[in-house]
C-alpha cells in the first residue's frame, strides 16, 4: 500500500502565476482534504472532496480551487500566486467523516 | 467557532521518561472526534492517538495515552518511556471542523 502520494514534493513558482498539486489517496480512501502549513504553524484546512463534489470548505479564497477525478485522486490549483502563498501543503485521505485521515509528505512551494 | 489552543510551543523530556503535551478546545458540538497527530522533520503527519468525544475512557496506544476531560474540554496528550524517534512536531487536532493546534515541538534528549 502506498499511502499518500502528493506530487512533486517541491516547487518553485514567480508570483502571479498559477500552480497545480496532485494528490493520490491511500487505497480504499474517497475522501481527500488539502491544508495549507505555513512555516511553524499548524495545517490550516483548506477544502475536502468526495464523489467529485467539494464538501466543505475552510477560510481561504476562491484562487484556490480543486478537484477530485473519479479514481478519487485529486488536483489543488491556486491562481494568481502571491508570497503568502508559500508554505507546505498537504493532503490527506481518509474514509467517512469522522475517521482518522493519513497524509502525504507534501509539497513545499515557495512564491518568489 | 470551533478554536484548538496548544499553549506550550516548545518542550523537552530526558529520553525514558514521561512528558505531557496539552491542548484544550471550545466547541458547541456534542458529538466531536479529537487526534495527536505527530510530524516529524520528514514533515509527514503520522496518526498518534484518537478520542470519540462520546467515549468516558481514555485512548491508548502503546506507550501514548490520553487525559480526555470533556467537561473542561481538555484533552492532553501523555508519552511514556519517551525515545529519541519521539522527536517531532505534535499536533492536537479536532473534527468534525479539521482544525489544527499550532504545535508543540518536544525534543527527546539523550
Known amino acids: 500500500d502506498a499511502g499518500v502520494t502528493q506530487s512533486p514534493t517541491h516547487l518553485i513558482k514567480t508570483r502571479g502565476q498559477q500552480v497545480t498539486l496532485r494528490c493520490s489517496p491511500k487505497s480504499g480512501h474517497d475522501t481527500v482534504s488539502w491544508y495549507q502549513q505555513a512555516l511553524g504553524q499548524g495545517p490550516q484546512f483548506i477544502f475536502q472532496?468526495?464523489?467529485?463534489?467539494?464538501?466543505q470548505r475552510g477560510n481561504f479564497p476562491d484562487r484556490f480551487s480543486g478537484h477530485q477525478f473519479p479514481n478519487y485522486s485529486s488536483e489543488l490549483n491556486v491562481n494568481a500566486l502571491l508570497l503568502g502563498d508559500s508554505a507546505l501543503y498537504l493532503c490527506?485521505?481518509?474514509?467517512?467523516?469522522?475517521?482518522?485521515?493519513?497524509f502525504g509528505q507534501g509539497t513545499r512551494l515557495t512564491v518568489v | 467557532a470551533q478554536t484548538v489552543t496548544q499553549s506550550q510551543p516548545e518542550m523537552s523530556v530526558q529520553e525514558a521518561e514521561t512528558v505531557t503535551l496539552s491542548c484544550t478546545y471550545d466547541?458547541?458540538?456534542?458529538?466531536?472526534?479529537l487526534f495527536w497527530y505527530k510530524q516529524p522533520p520528514s514533515r509527514q503527519m503520522i496518526l498518534v492517538i484518537r478520542q470519540e468525544a462520546y467515549k468516558q475512557q481514555n485512548a491508548t496506544e502503546n506507550r501514548f495515552s490520553v487525559n480526555f476531560q470533556k467537561a473542561a474540554k481538555s484533552f492532553s496528550l501523555k508519552i511514556s518511556d519517551s525515545q529519541l524517534g519521539d522527536t517531532a512536531m505534535y499536533f492536537c487536532a479536532f473534527l468534525p471542523k479539521y482544525i489544527f493546534g499550532t504545535g508543540t515541538r518536544l525534543k527527546v534528549l539523550a
Open positions: 472532496y468526495y464523489e467529485e463534489e467539494e464538501r
Open positions: 466547541t458547541s458540538e456534542s458529538n466531536y472526534y
Open positions: 490527506a485521505s481518509n474514509t467517512g467523516g469522522q475517521n482518522e485521515a493519513f
